[in-house]
């Protein structure tokens, strides 16, 4: 089993539906991340967050809310879908005390909103 | 802000060719670099770090990549490409506390 869960691997959605996306990991990691691929333009970060009570917004926080129910799952939710959210979107964690930057990603959860 | 530019969308090599993949950054201090690789349908894994030790440093499946200051870069290679070696590469540097800004990334292609 992965230690990075994303939960759909793929949605198809319409305009204004609410979607969340899920996160579980095993790792035992404290920070959690969400980050959106589009092509050409890399990752992009959304919302990160370092504890259960700890929630930042990263660069393009805009129309995307988060919630750390426990310290091993970090949901992603888009309120109202649009199209220009259509995107494939990581989940990642990394250790307090480990290698500054080594990120461990899951799979993807590639979004559809039309 | 701290920023990485990653030159080249696309680069095609022969099998047994060079590779360079080619990363220019920007920071106002010492910064930690990273390159990641990203095979297609999975999520990105670390390929290799820097972290202000060794200006070489030596990552998995035989890349490696130099450090140079004077230069602002963090250029990726490896001596003889393989066919798994086709992926999409991405170079990363830390803002500080594991917080990684990502360039827009170069996909790798080799052809027998």
């Known amino acids: 089993d992965a230690d990075v869960t994303q939960t759909p691997r793929n949605r198809i959605t319409k305009t204004g539906k609410r979607i969340m996306l899920e996160c579980s990991q095993t790792?035992?990691?404290?920070?959690m991340y969400w980050y959106r691929q589009d092509p050409g333009l890399g990752l992009r970060l959304i919302y990160y967050?370092?504890?259960?009570?700890?929630?930042n917004k990263g660069e393009i926080s805009d129309g995307y809310s988060v919630s750390r129910q426990a310290q091993a799952k970090f949901s992603l939710s888009l309120e109202s879908a649009i199209p220009n959210q259509t995107a494939l979107y990581f989940c990642?964690?990394?250790?307090?005390?480990?290698?500054?930057?080594?990120?461990?990603f899951g799979e993807g959860s590639r979004l559809t909103v039309l | 802000a701290q920023s990485v530019t990653q030159l080249g969308s696309h680069v095609s090599v022969s099998e047994g060719a060079l590779v360079l993949l080619r990363c220019n950054y920007s920071?106002?201090?010492?910064?930690?670099l990273f390159w990641y690789v990203q095979y297609p349908n999975q999520g990105l894994q670390l390929l290799l770090k820097?972290?202000?030790?060794?200006?070489l440093v030596k990552g998995i499946n035989g890349f490696e990549a130099e450090f140079k200051k004077s230069e602002t870069s963090f250029h990726l290679t490896k001596p003889s490409a393989h066919m798994r070696d086709a992926a999409e590469y991405f170079c990363?540097?830390?803002?500080?506390?594991?917080?990684?800004?990502f360039g827009t990334g170069t996909r790798l292609l080799v052809s027998p």
């Open positions: 920071s106002s201090v010492p910064p930690y």
């Open positions: 967050s370092f504890d259960v009570k700890d929630i």
């Open positions: 990363a540097v830390s803002e500080g506390f594991q917080k990684l800004v």
């Open positions: 790792k035992g990691h404290d920070r």
């Open positions: 820097y972290t202000s030790a060794a200006t």
């Open positions: 990642a964690t990394s250790d307090l005390q480990g290698v500054a930057g080594e990120l461990f």
